[in-house]
């Protein structure tokens, strides 16, 4: 019998809310039933439980005696191209919508509380043989805790979500449902910006920027599973790297106009953006952006210093205090 694939699973998620659409974490039936794809090439590539046993020893002898289950823990991480703009609602938090007078509707996400997911996984392996009815399982309580937006010259957008699940329910059915439609296309480099102060940065070879919501799960005696989710300080960063032009960089590092003069004080260098817009108009238009403040400059590390096969290049990282994310598209609605 053929090992089964990728090809023989689906992969979705909905919004974990009330039909008020507040969030309604870790419920088992939600009343979001609107199938959303994560994007292009969607791979779930890590998916671990984990039942934190405790071993538990009694005097002479060096053998255990029990093996205690603890808390559950479930983890995920979905790694996908990039295409539509919805997973942001599990970043950020729950988009509010403003129609534009080209037939666009631009949807800004911007606000303390990430909406929970519930991530459905189907498997059909009867295509391979097995005489088993096709089956979901779908992981409640689903909080994204890092999100990482990355592109690089020759290659396309790509997004990283990890986070943590509370929960699991499996259920038997006769046939899975179609993996629900795209209805955007994968966006490229060509396609990206990255803005420092209102201006754009030139050169520049990839960008990744991370978004880290530092939230905990919440656990309460008398159950195994979380009960509640727990946003921390959200902190945002952005690493990029760039042929060198000039001193600029070095200077923003040291504070100072001379390199060789490290100023007791560094300053903040403005807002910063990362833009991804397909360059086309009304219907067509597919835009997003993220907005941050006061773009700290952390780090600056100089490469290929003497080699003349190299073009001389800096890679920096950017501390950011605040952000916000706008989708400007033809859809009426955020999914």
Same mark, same amino acid.
């Given at each position: 019998?053929p090992?089964?694939?990728?090809?023989?699973?689906?992969?979705?998620?909905?919004?974990?809310?009330?039909?008020d659409?507040?969030?309604?974490?870790?419920?088992?039936?939600t009343?979001?039933? /609107?199938?959303?794809?994560?994007?292009? #090439?969607a =791979?779930?590539? @890590?998916?671990?439980?984990?039942?934190?046993?405790?071993?538990?020893?009694?005097?002479?002898?060096?053998?255990?005696?029990?093996?205690i289950?603890?808390?559950?823990?479930?983890? =995920?991480?979905?790694?996908?191209?990039w295409?539509?703009?919805?997973?942001?609602?599990?970043?950020?938090?729950?988009?509010?919508?403003?129609?534009?007078?080209?037939?666009?509707?631009t949807?800004?996400?911007?606000?303390?509380?990430?909406?929970p997911?519930?991530?459905?996984?189907?498997?059909?392996?009867?295509?391979?043989?097995?005489?088993?009815?096709?089956?979901?399982?779908?992981l409640?309580?689903?909080?994204?805790?890092?999100?990482?937006? /990355?592109?690089?010259?020759?290659? %396309?957008? @790509? =997004?990283?979500?990890s986070g943590?699940y509370?929960?699991?329910?499996?259920?038997?059915?006769?046939?899975?449902d179609?993996?629900? *439609?795209?209805?955007?296309? %994968?966006k490229?480099?060509?396609?990206?910006?990255?803005?420092?102060?209102e201006?754009k940065?030139?050169?520049v070879?990839?960008v *990744?920027?991370e978004?880290?919501? #530092?939230?905990?799960?919440i656990?309460?005696?008398?159950?195994?599973?979380?009960?509640?989710? *727990?946003?921390?300080?959200?902190?945002?960063s =952005?690493?990029?790297?760039?042929?060198?032009?000039?001193?600029?960089?070095?200077?923003?590092?040291?504070?100072?106009?001379?390199?060789?003069?490290?100023?007791?004080?560094?300053?903040?260098?403005?807002?910063?953006k990362?833009?991804?817009?397909?360059?086309?108009?009304?219907?067509?238009?597919?835009?997003?952006?993220?907005?941050?403040?006061?773009a700290?400059?952390?780090?600056?590390?100089?490469? #290929?210093?003497?080699?003349?096969?190299?073009?001389?290049?800096?890679?920096?990282?950017k501390?950011?205090?605040?952000?916000?994310?706008?989708?400007?598209?033809?859809?009426?609605?955020?999914r």
């Amino acid at each position: 019998m053929p090992a089964p694939t990728g090809a023989h699973t689906t992969l979705w998620y909905l919004w974990e809310v009330n039909g008020d659409d507040t969030p309604a974490f870790a419920t088992s039936e939600t009343e979001d039933d /609107d199938r959303k794809p994560f994007g292009g #090439n969607a =791979v779930m590539t @890590s998916f671990e439980g984990s039942n934190n046993a405790v071993d538990i020893f009694q005097p002479n002898s060096r053998e255990m005696e029990q093996l205690i289950a603890q808390h559950f823990e479930g983890s =995920v991480t979905i790694d996908f191209e990039w295409t539509n703009p919805w997973w942001l609602a599990g970043v950020l938090a729950s988009p509010s919508t403003e129609s534009n007078d080209d037939g666009t509707y631009t949807h800004t996400f911007d606000g303390d509380i990430p909406v929970p997911m519930q991530i459905v996984a189907g498997y059909d392996d009867r295509a391979v043989g097995s005489g088993e009815d096709p089956m979901y399982r779908k992981l409640h309580g689903v909080v994204l805790q890092t999100a990482t937006i /990355d592109t690089s010259v020759e290659d %396309v957008v @790509s =997004v990283s979500l990890s986070g943590a699940y509370v929960d699991e329910t499996t259920e038997r059915v006769d046939s899975l449902d179609s993996q629900p *439609s795209l209805n955007h296309e %994968v966006k490229t480099f060509a396609e990206a910006m990255l803005e420092l102060d209102e201006e754009k940065l030139s050169l520049v070879q990839d960008v *990744s920027l991370e978004i880290n919501n #530092n939230t905990d799960i919440i656990r309460e005696i008398g159950t195994r599973v979380g009960v509640d989710y *727990s946003p921390k300080g959200r902190v945002p960063s =952005v690493d990029y790297t760039k042929i060198r032009e000039d001193n600029s960089e070095i200077q923003s590092l040291y504070g100072s106009e001379a390199a060789s003069a490290i100023k007791e004080t560094v300053e903040s260098e403005g807002p910063m953006k990362v833009e991804v817009d397909n360059g086309l108009t009304e219907e067509d238009m597919e835009q997003a952006q993220f907005d941050m403040d006061g773009a700290f400059p952390e780090s600056v590390t100089t490469e #290929n210093l003497g080699n003349p096969e190299e073009d001389l290049q800096e890679s920096i990282n950017k501390r950011l205090t605040t952000i916000t994310a706008k989708a400007t598209n033809a859809v009426e609605e955020a999914r």
